[in-house]
């Protein structure tokens, strides 16, 4: 995993205090898919991207959705869709050599080697990436290092990465794919980017579809900021509890995109964009 898991328990423990104090509604649980005010007003099959959206008007979906304008595939996607598979390939690799290997010690070596063997990494970004790579190796080491002079049970195996759960449940897509969930019931989500309340409403969302196919709770979450891009790589957790308040956020975030949607209401241009919205130079 990406952090170690000292740094996630203690996340998860401030946490704790916060759900005792300020309880989920149930009515709120996604397996009340339904029922209002879970159930949606209508089955788009949105995504994630859609639902918590950079753009503070909404354009970007409706230039998709109803003008049919494809997006722009840029570096700032390209790079973040190469760091999620390189951190699912790499734990994937270590996983598979750490149960076919007594021995750990050239795992550094061998699983880095194998990763970028198997991953196509631009010349512009390469040295940030290998330096991700084995930064993860690292992390991963530690864990087993750390799991050999205690009950020998390795606390990273219980992490499932690439998980794909049905969203249509909720009116999302029938594809999400959440980064990781661990074996306590946390979903973990990687951005690249800096924090953001977008960020809050995703992993929320995430919670919610997996409660409505799984009918079990779904209380935290973990959103791991990788940063540094050019330099060393800087890794950062922000601990979730996906409360009431998320949850309506979520639902509310939901169902305006759908009036808007199926109304067809053209959104103002927002007065500010970021650099690296995919519809930008169609939006102007």
């Known amino acids: 995993m990406p952090i170690p898991s000292y740094v996630m328990l203690k996340e998860l423990r401030k946490l704790h205090l916060r759900r005792y104090q300020d309880p989920i509604d149930e009515s709120l649980r996604g397996w009340n898919w339904d029922r209002p005010p879970v159930k949606p007003r209508a089955y788009l099959g949105l995504t994630i991207n859609e639902v918590a959206s950079y753009c503070p008007t909404r354009r970007d979906v409706w230039l998709r959705r109803i003008t049919k304008v494809v997006p722009e595939v840029n570096e700032a996607l ?35 080697s194998e990763v970028l063997k198997n991953s196509t ?41 690439e998980v794909r759960v049905d969203g249509s449940l909720l009116g999302l897509s029938k594809n999400l794919r959440i980064d990781a969930i661990t074996g306590s019931n946390v979903v973990v989500d990687f951005k690249i980017a800096k924090p953001s309340e977008n960020h809050r409403i995703a992993i929320t969302a995430y919670a919610m579809a997996l409660e409505a196919n799984l009918e079990v709770p779904i209380d935290y979450g973990l959103i791991i900021y990788i ?3 050019n330099n060393t790589p800087k890794v950062s957790v922000e601990s979730i509890y996906i409360s009431s308040d998320l949850r309506k956020d979520f639902i509310d975030a939901r169902d305006e995109l759908i009036d ?9 241009k927002a007065t500010s964009c970021s650099p690296t919205c995919p519809f ?5």
């Open 227 to 229: 940063n540094g891009l």
């Open 78 to 112: 390209k790079l973040g869709s190469l760091i999620h598979d390189v951190i699912h390939t790499t734990i994937e690799y270590f996983r598979k050599y750490v149960s076919s290997s007594v021995d750990i010690l050239n795992a550094y070596n061998d699983v880095v």
């Open 121 to 161: 990494i631009p010349e512009q970004s390469s040295g940030w990436v290998i330096n991700l790579i084995k930064y993860v190796v690292i992390q991963l080491l530690a864990e087993v290092s750390w799991s050999s002079v205690g009950d020998g049970i390795n606390p990273w195996l219980p992490w499932i990465s």
């Open 260 to 268: 808007m949607v199926i109304s067809e209401r053209e959104p103002p």
């Open 280 to 284: 930008r130079n169609s939006c102007r």
